[in-house]
């Protein structure tokens, strides 16, 4: 009898279940419907594109924007996932999956600060603005501040030995402030918000802002339907220190500001991951980057597209970029693992169905790559040069693109040098340095 009982709940149960998860898909699809026919009246309104509003304005000659490589710096002994400057520009923070954060000096290249992580699986770094902390983190889910230390010697750090620097020495440290536990999958972008707080995106389709001061969350930001793949905050003007932008799975890409109690502007971004989002300089407009291979410029006052950036496009319409000198084929080409799609970074425990974000290297999905390059144009990175004129894009299968905002046109190409995927690109507060970051564990910067 007892056992009639339990399987009677279980069906039941089951039955629940399956009815809930049809009305949250069936709410879904009516949202979906709606905010499209708010976009179709959105483009009613829309009578013109920047490309065209632009069309007397001086052409920028292609390849006349490539940059001069200034410093290679190397010392990482596994891919690096991203780096970030400081905000006097003078210094390069980088962290890659061999475990370690380093603070690099720009200028001489040479490292000033290495940290040991608590969790080698790390997707994302950030620096405080008053340089004083630092942030990381990836597949353990939480993210974890550390404590700068004062830099009381020209060389805090091993020199380089054959090319390499080692791993281990009294010279690493580890000096942590806080861990922030309560996302329940990865996080794949943390940014500093001031020198009090940071906010985090994860693959739990949630933001969270998280007050350094007390040591605990202040908030949470659940509007995504899907993983959470990046987030910006705004230039430091008077709103920076409010407002943010998140990029997600579901294709939306939502405008936060924490004195809200929800998003303040919503964008239908694309049918495809929204895996970059970058701030225009003057705080009023963004560029999302999606796994379609499109750049799209949205403008926050008239709350519409402005511009569209397409390289297969430019490809099929007969411009011709050059290739990257050196690829590693069969890491490129056959094999990739992607740190931006949730599918692929994480495997669900088959008994409980939780996100599993300790799991080994070879637990994690790797596909095989067999497409073209106009089939594969997913974006990996954005970000804008100090005027706004240049727009900056890492693509996975064709290094780094320079466009040209108004002209809608390809102008140059960054990272010929890196030897596989460049996976972020970074310009510094100064609009002076550029900085590239790849799969082949250097970090590299240019001089615009």
Excluded at 427 to 446: E, F, H, P, Q, R
Aim: aromatic share 10%.
């Amino acid at each position: 009898m007892t056992g009639f009982v339990s399987e009677q709940v279980v069906q039941e149960t089951s039955q629940n279940t399956s009815s809930v998860i049809k009305q949250i898909e069936k709410e879904r699809n009516q949202g979906k419907v709606l905010y499209n026919e708010v976009l179709h009246l959105k483009q009613r309104t829309q009578d013109t594109k920047i490309q065209y509003v632009s069309q007397n304005v001086t052409t920028i000659p292609r390849n006349s924007c490539n940059l001069k490589l200034y410093n290679t710096l190397k010392g990482h002994q596994n891919k690096v996932a991203k780096v970030c400057w400081s905000k006097d520009s003078t210094k390069v923070l980088s962290a890659s999956q061999d475990g370690f954060m380093i603070v690099w000096d720009a200028v001489t290249g040479m490292k000033k600060h290495a940290i040991q992580l608590e969790n080698p699986w790390v997707l994302t770094c950030s620096y405080s603005a008053n340089e004083k902390l630092l942030a990381s983190g990836g597949l353990d889910n939480n993210c974890t501040i550390y404590k700068v230390k004062a830099d009381t010697s020209n060389y805090p750090v091993a020199e380089e030995m054959n090319g390499r620097y080692p791993m281990q020495g009294i010279n690493f440290y580890q000096s942590i402030q806080s861990i922030f536990k309560g996302h329940t999958a990865y996080i794949s972008e943390c940014e500093f918000i001031g020198n009090d707080s940071i906010v985090t995106g994860s693959g739990d389709m949630t933001c969270a802002l998280w007050d350094l001061t007390k040591g605990s969350k202040s908030r949470d930001f659940i509007e995504h339907s899907g993983d959470v793949l990046c987030l910006t905050t705004f230039p430091q003007n008077i709103l920076s220190n409010n407002l943010f932008i998140s990029g997600s799975s579901d294709g939306y890409a939502k405008i936060w500001d924490l004195r809200s109690p929800g998003s303040i502007q919503s964008f239908a971004v694309s049918n495809s991951d929204v895996t970059s989002v970058k701030v225009f300089p003057d705080g009023n407009a963004f560029a999302t980057g999606s796994d379609d291979g499109v750049i799209r410029l949205f403008d926050l006052r008239s709350d519409c597209e402005l511009g569209f950036y397409s390289l297969s496009q430019e490809l099929k319409n007969g411009q011709s970029l050059p290739e990257l000198a050196v690829q590693d084929e069969s890491e490129s080409r056959s094999h990739k693992l992607f740190h931006q799609k949730s599918p692929l970074l994480h495997r669900r425990n088959n008994s409980s169905g939780n996100w599993n974000g300790n799991a080994s290297y070879d637990q994690y999905s790797i596909i095989s790559n067999t497409n073209s390059v106009l089939e594969n144009q997913g974006i990996f990175s954005l970000d804008f040069g100090k005027s706004g004129r240049f727009l900056y894009s890492c693509y996975s299968e064709y290094g780094c693109v320079v466009w040209d905002i108004l002209k809608g046109e390809t102008v140059g190409t960054i990272g010929s040098e890196h030897g596989n995927k460049i996976s972020r690109v970074a310009v510094s507060s100064d609009g002076i340095g550029l900085a590239t970051c790849s799969w082949d564990s250097t970090i590299k910067i240019w001089s615009v």
